[in-house]
């Protein structure tokens, strides 16, 4: 009888060692737990820790809830029908406090059955709506329309986005082509343009320089009055004594006929 009972409250010991290791469950830091009962997902959410559980009758289903990175290469088309590769980085996490319904409505495979194409229906949507040109112009603002766009659709799945980055918009051989000759032939009318600029500055400049040459010989030409004519006169001849070394010309001239001087003397 004694052995009985000692058989009986060895297994009922071992029922409870059972039941107390299966009844508690740890979530890991960075993650939130789906409890589960007997398949079903409950409301409860436990947070990261040590919690308790029914065992054999609840599971807990860890999600990751810290930021996860995709990185991706998506092909789309512009406005004008040009086809543009884009490398686009996304940051995104699950929502914690609805870890239980993304696990219901979605499961684990979120990342491929809604970020995915989320990313790509994004960025097709917004591309169509900007030129090949303006795609590079205003990167900025393509950038800031696909996260919005993303965002509203990852929320809709209890997903957060945190961040969206389109690293580079690259174009087929024919359009790279097309943009640099263009660019060269912007080059070259600006600079012809300047050209242009150059000369009409300094035909202008040339202009105004004989205005004023002019301008200056006109009021010249108003200040040489009889006075000052007879005053150059005055200090011509003056000039002209200074320099006389007291003999007389031989021939003088002016308007009268020249008159040999030294001819009247002998006579």
Do not use: C
Not at 64 to 70: L, P, T
Not at 112 to 118: E, K
Not at 131 to 153: H, W
Not at 194 to 213: C, F, N, S, T
């Amino acid at each position: 009888m004694t052995y009985t009972k000692s058989i009986i409250s060895g297994f009922i010991a071992l029922v409870i060692i059972v039941v107390v290791f299966f009844s508690g469950t740890t979530v890991d830091s960075g993650y939130r737990g789906v409890l589960l009962q007997l398949g079903a997902v409950k409301p409860t959410i436990l947070t990261e820790g040590f919690h308790f559980k029914i065992p054999f009758i609840q599971t807990v289903q860890p999600i990751e809830v810290r930021v996860q990175k995709e990185e991706s290469s998506q092909t789309a088309a512009s406005k004008d029908l040009q086809m543009v590769t884009a490398m686009v980085a996304v940051n995104y996490s699950a929502d914690p406090q609805a870890v239980n319904k993304l696990y219901q409505e979605i499961g684990l495979d979120y990342r491929t059955r809604i970020v995915d194409p989320a990313i790509a229906e994004s960025l097709k949507a917004i591309t169509a709506q900007y030129t090949a040109e303006e795609l590079i112009s205003k990167r900025p603002e393509v950038s800031a329309k696909v996260k919005d766009m993303l965002a509203g659709k990852l929320t809709k799945y209890y997903m957060i986005l945190e961040d969206i980055n389109i690293k580079e918009f690259a174009f087929s051989e024919e359009f790279n082509k097309a943009i640099e000759s263009k660019q060269t032939a912007e080059q070259n009318a600006l600079r012809a343009k300047r050209d242009l600029d150059r000369v009409k500055i300094e035909a202008e400049q040339k202009v105004a320089q004989a205005g004023a040459e002019a301008e200056a010989l006109r009021l010249k030409k108003q200040s040489v009055t009889e006075e000052l004519i007879q005053l150059k006169q005055i200090e011509v001849q003056e000039k002209a004594l200074e320099k006389w070394d007291g003999h007389l010309p031989s021939v003088t001239g002016g308007a009268t006929p020249f008159i040999d001087v030294e001819g009247l003397s002998k006579k």
